[in-house]
């Protein structure tokens, strides 16, 4: 199947998925269909591995958005991510989040089509900085939580990249090793820092 058509698919699930989204009468979809697609067609994701790079480096210009369920969020989920589930992306409490140009949103779900649906959402509706990290959480156990040191010689680009998806990991077990509250204490830490960061309050 060519990437035309699984783009046409795309959307026409899209606009399934809309019709069950809450009506907002003030938000409309900016881009045409065409338009849309030739957005689609360019490169707007992230590896796994560069994720976990602004992850280690607590890189402040991105901001990652997981779309699974809270309760998929709170069994585990990426150091630094808030939490939008897909049915709730529309909720106008999200948008200081969603419709802004400081920081590069990448959004994730355990494969590729949910973080699409949300990205070509958010980029119809005109909200610039949005990505997906490709191949979601799928992609990330598999790549950097599984991810071994084979053979007796290593390039420096093998090493600095099996490093980087070391710390990653590492730090990914810690924060998802914690009790529930204190993960919860953490993630509403998070919340209140970055919404007074922006100028607003809780």
């Known amino acids: 199947m060519n990437t035309r058509i699984k783009i046409s698919v795309l959307l ?25 697609l030739d957005q689609q067609c360019k490169d707007h994701g992230f590896t796994v ?9 607590e890189d402040s210009t991105v901001q990652l958005i997981d779309l699974r369920s809270n ?6 989920t990426i150091p630094g991510s808030i939490n939008i589930p897909l049915q709730d992306l529309l909720n106008p409490d999200w948008e200081g989040y969603l419709n802004q140009s400081e ?13 699409t649906i949300a990205w070509t959402i ?9 990505f997906v990290m ?7 156990y598999k790549t950097v939580m599984l991810s071994e040191f084979e053979g007796d010689r290593i390039t420096p680009r ?10 990653a990991r590492r730090t990914f077990t810690k924060m998802n090793s914690l009790p529930d509250s ?20 809780e």
């Open 71 to 76: 309760a998929e969020f709170m069994e585990c």
């Open 182 to 201: 204190l993960k919860r204490q953490y993630l509403e830490a998070k919340r209140l820092e970055e919404s007074q960061l922006d100028g607003g309050c």
């Open 49 to 57: 591995d560069e994720v976990a790079r602004f992850m280690n480096a």
């Open 12 to 36: 026409a699930g899209l606009g399934l998925i809309l019709a069950f989204l809450p009506f907002n009468a003030s938000r409309t979809f900016h881009l045409s269909p065409n338009e849309l």
């Open 158 to 167: 093998e090493n600095a990249l099996f490093e980087n998806r070391y710390r």
């Open 103 to 115: 920081r590069r949103n990448i959004f994730y779900s355990n494969g590729d089509e949910t973080a």
């Open 122 to 130: 958010v980029t119809g509706l005109g909200y610039e900085n949005n």
């Open 134 to 140: 490709k191949g979601g959480m799928n992609e990330w």
